[in-house]
C-alpha cells in the first residue's frame, strides 16, 4: 500500500472535513457569513486548532476584501495553496552532519517514541550508516529493554544504565563512546512523564548541556515525536517540549490509527519547525519522509 494510500485510509475525520471545504469551493457559492461559518465549523471538526484557524479565516477575509472575491471556490483555492506552500521547509531533511550526528528524541510515554528510534535505527544501518543508541530514559525499564531489542534487530550499538540512573549520565556515556567508536549517528532516547514540567526541563536542559560540552556542539536535530490520534492534546505537548528543548522538527506516529490529520497544520503553524517523518505503519519501513504536497492531496482530494 502507498504512503499516500495510507494517508487517505487513515484520515477519516479530517479528509471528510476537508472534503467539505472542497465541495464548498465546487459549489461556487456567494462568500456569506454562512460560508464563513460552515469553513470554520469544518476546520474544527479537522482538529486544525481555534488559533490556527483564526490565523488562518482573518488571513482569506483579508485577502477576499483586497482582490474582491465573489464566490468560494476562490477562497478554498487560496486556502489549499496556503497550506501546501505552508507545510513546505526549505530546511525539511533530517540534518545528519558533521560526523557523529547527534539526534536527541522527545516526546510523552506511548506516542511511539522508543519504536521511532528503533525504526531510524533500521532504516540508518541499511543505508550503510554505524547507529549507537542510548537509552536515556532511565525511569522505565521496559523502554531501554524495547530498545535493547530493536539494536538487536538493526545491528546498531547500544548503551544503557543502570534502571534509575541519572539520564544525562547515561547520555554523558553514549555520547562518549559514539565519538571514542566514531559512529555515524547517535540516537538518544529520552524521559517521556509530563507529571512535573520542571523535572522533565530540568532533565532535558541537563542532556542538551552534556551533549553540547562532549560532542562541541548541540544536537543536530531535536525530534518531538507526536501521536497523530490524540489531536489538540499533541499540540500541547508540543509547546511543552518546544519550551523545553527547542525543536528541529517533528514525527507524528500512528497515522494508520484514526489520525486526525488537521493537528498537522496546527503543530506546523505554533511551532514554526517542519513535520520531518511520518509513521503509518508498525514495520520498520513505515516511517516515511514527511511530503507535504502528498499529505495535502491527502487530505482534500475525494
Same mark, same amino acid.
Given at each position: 500500500m502507498s504512503w499516500l494510500t495510507k494517508i487517505r485510509d487513515s484520515f477519516g475525520k479530517a479528509r471528510e472535513s476537508l472534503s467539505a471545504v472542497t465541495a464548498m469551493g465546487r459549489a461556487k457559492r456567494p462568500i456569506t457569513d454562512e460560508f464563513? &461559518?460552515?469553513?470554520?465549523?469544518?476546520?474544527?471538526?479537522?482538529?486544525?486548532? /481555534? @488559533?490556527?484557524?483564526?490565523?488562518? $479565516? &482573518?488571513?482569506?477575509?483579508?485577502?477576499?476584501?483586497?482582490?474582491?472575491?465573489?464566490?468560494?471556490d476562490q477562497v478554498v483555492a487560496r486556502f489549499r495553496k496556503d497550506v501546501e506552500r505552508f507545510l513546505v521547509f526549505?530546511?525539511?531533511? $533530517?540534518?545528519?552532519?558533521?560526523?557523529?550526528?547527534?539526534?536527541?528524541i522527545v516526546g510523552v510515554n506511548g506516542s511511539g517514541k522508543t519504536t521511532t528510534i528503533g525504526k531510524l535505527a533500521t532504516r540508518f544501518r541499511k543505508a550503510g550508516k554505524s547507529v549507537l543508541l542510548v537509552a536515556g530514559d532511565t525511569f522505565?525499564?521496559?523502554?531501554?529493554?524495547? $530498545?535493547?531489542?530493536?539494536?538487536?534487530?538493526?545491528?546498531?550499538?547500544?548503551?544503557?544504565?543502570?534502571?534509575?540512573?541519572? @539520564?544525562?549520565?547515561?547520555?554523558f556515556d553514549g555520547v562518549r563512546a559514539g565519538i571514542a567508536r566514531n559512529v555515524d549517528i547517535i540516537l538518544i532516547d529520552t524521559a517521556?512523564?509530563?507529571?512535573?514540567?520542571?523535572? $522533565? /526541563?530540568?532533565?532535558?536542559?541537563? /542532556?542538551?548541556?552534556?551533549?553540547?560540552r562532549e560532542a562541541g556542539a548541540p544536537p543536530a536535530e531535536t525530534l518531538l515525536v507526536l501521536d497523530g490520534t490524540t489531536g489538540q492534546n499533541a499540540l500541547s505537548q508540543a509547546k511543552l517540549f518546544h519550551a523545553v528543548a527547542p525543536i528541529s522538527g517533528v514525527v507524528i506516529t500512528k497515522l494508520d490509527s484514526t489520525a486526525k490529520g488537521g493537528v498537522l497544520i496546527g503543530v506546523v503553524d505554533q511551532l514554526e519547525v517542519p513535520i520531518k517523518l511520518v509513521g503509518v505503519g508498525e514495520k520498520a519501513e513505515d516511517l516515511r519522509d514527511f511530503d507535504p504536497l502528498g499529505f495535502v492531496s491527502a487530505l482534500f482530494d475525494a
Amino acid at each position: 500500500m502507498s504512503w499516500l494510500t495510507k494517508i487517505r485510509d487513515s484520515f477519516g475525520k479530517a479528509r471528510e472535513s476537508l472534503s467539505a471545504v472542497t465541495a464548498m469551493g465546487r459549489a461556487k457559492r456567494p462568500i456569506t457569513d454562512e460560508f464563513w &461559518d460552515e469553513f470554520e465549523e469544518a476546520l474544527i471538526l479537522a482538529d486544525v486548532g /481555534m @488559533p490556527t484557524i483564526q490565523k488562518i $479565516l &482573518d488571513g482569506l477575509k483579508t485577502v477576499q476584501r483586497q482582490e474582491a472575491w465573489k464566490t468560494s471556490d476562490q477562497v478554498v483555492a487560496r486556502f489549499r495553496k496556503d497550506v501546501e506552500r505552508f507545510l513546505v521547509f526549505e530546511q525539511s531533511a $533530517l540534518a545528519l552532519a558533521p560526523s557523529p550526528a547527534i539526534v536527541l528524541i522527545v516526546g510523552v510515554n506511548g506516542s511511539g517514541k522508543t519504536t521511532t528510534i528503533g525504526k531510524l535505527a533500521t532504516r540508518f544501518r541499511k543505508a550503510g550508516k554505524s547507529v549507537l543508541l542510548v537509552a536515556g530514559d532511565t525511569f522505565r525499564a521496559a523502554a531501554a529493554e524495547q $530498545l535493547g531489542i530493536w539494536a538487536e534487530r538493526s545491528g546498531a550499538q547500544l548503551v544503557r544504565g543502570a534502571e534509575g540512573a541519572d @539520564p544525562a549520565a547515561v547520555v554523558f556515556d553514549g555520547v562518549r563512546a559514539g565519538i571514542a567508536r566514531n559512529v555515524d549517528i547517535i540516537l538518544i532516547d529520552t524521559a517521556g512523564r509530563l507529571q512535573n514540567k520542571t523535572n $522533565l /526541563m530540568a532533565e532535558l536542559e541537563k /542532556m542538551r548541556r552534556v551533549i553540547e560540552r562532549e560532542a562541541g556542539a548541540p544536537p543536530a536535530e531535536t525530534l518531538l515525536v507526536l501521536d497523530g490520534t490524540t489531536g489538540q492534546n499533541a499540540l500541547s505537548q508540543a509547546k511543552l517540549f518546544h519550551a523545553v528543548a527547542p525543536i528541529s522538527g517533528v514525527v507524528i506516529t500512528k497515522l494508520d490509527s484514526t489520525a486526525k490529520g488537521g493537528v498537522l497544520i496546527g503543530v506546523v503553524d505554533q511551532l514554526e519547525v517542519p513535520i520531518k517523518l511520518v509513521g503509518v505503519g508498525e514495520k520498520a519501513e513505515d516511517l516515511r519522509d514527511f511530503d507535504p504536497l502528498g499529505f495535502v492531496s491527502a487530505l482534500f482530494d475525494a
